[in-house]
């Protein structure tokens, strides 16, 4: 109900990035506070999975429930903001198979991965920056796709109801990191399982449920655009600050990653343009989508 009163006001792009800004604080601080505690690779793979999850998995559904009750059985949207998103996440990936094939190599590059990863932080965070001011200006000349209706919240406390989500989700995160050993242990799984899958479904469980919601209700542009903006964010916002942050930290976080991932974020990278990108989307190509993230998850549950 907040981010549909919220998308009444401004439409889907200011809606899309603010949703997903809140939605994303706990994902912020289950990472650094796994940084604090030394726990490098459920920070990192809960990064990744928070990617896999939301690009693959949270899509998928969402365009499963949007198709259902769409015209045709085709769920359709504005097209510019899959395909800039595509854009920023290729960056985001680029940055990752080059490092990741330099430390496989073990080029000269390899003994500097901590300061290109640096370096590469600060483009895509200048990347970024310069993509949302021009899309959130785009809100400026098209109507927004959400109508008021009476069960709407007024402005005001709609925008207090995403706040007090986003930190409230937060606030657990210490707790959480904190439970995470016992429970790892007593389960018997992998820390690489528990930060691709359960971190970042966990972490990122408030904009999913929205995507999901706003799609089965026609609000597809909506939908996208609460989605492809947490991906975005995530690859080339969330990752980027969380490397720089990583500096205050023992522990330091970069952009090289398991080359079983850099196959899955090259492969996602394209799935998700080729899906996206022409505006539509029927059913089939989400449980498409879907059906990549559980492969996924079936390899890293063996890791």
Excluded: C
Excluded at 34 to 60: C, K
């Amino acid at each position: 109900m907040g981010t549909e009163s919220v998308g009444s006001r401004f439409g889907p792009a200011v809606t899309g990035v603010l949703q997903s800004t809140l939605g994303n604080l706990p994902e912020l601080f289950v990472v650094l506070f796994a940084l604090s505690a030394g726990e490098v690779v459920v920070a990192q793979t809960s990064i990744l999975g928070s990617l896999f999850a939301n690009a693959l998995l949270v899509l998928g559904l969402s365009i499963v429930a949007g198709a259902r009750q769409a015209d045709g059985n085709v769920m359709r949207f504005r097209r510019r903001l899959p395909n800039d998103t595509s854009t920023l996440l290729l960056v985001a990936v680029f940055l990752i198979v080059l490092l990741g094939l330099s430390d496989q190599s073990g080029d000269p590059a390899s003994r500097h991965e901590l300061a290109i990863s640096v370096f590469g932080a600060v483009l895509l965070l200048s990347v970024y920056a310069i993509w949302l001011w021009a899309y959130l200006r785009s809100d400026e000349a098209a109507e927004p796709t959400v109508v008021q209706e009476a069960h709407h919240l007024d402005f005001v406390p709609a925008l207090v109801l995403l706040a007090a989500a986003g930190v409230g989700a937060a606030l657990v995160s210490d707790w959480f990191v904190a439970e995470l050993d016992p429970a790892v242990e007593a389960l018997g799984i992998s820390k690489a399982f528990t930060g691709l899958v359960i971190v970042a479904i966990a972490g990122n469980a408030v904009e999913n449920l929205v995507g999901i919601t706003l799609a089965a209700k026609g609000q597809a542009d909506l939908s996208i655009s609460v989605i492809k903006n947490s991906v975005a964010q995530i690859a080339v916002f969330l990752y980027p600050a969380l490397v720089l942050l990583s500096l205050f930290f023992d522990s330091r976080l970069t952009f090289v990653v398991n080359p079983l991932y850099i196959g899955a974020l090259a492969i996602m990278a394209i799935a998700v343009w080729q899906i996206t990108g022409d505006g539509e989307a029927p059913a089939f190509e989400g449980w498409a989508l879907v059906a990549l993230y559980l492969i996924l998850a079936s390899i890293v549950w063996y890791e």
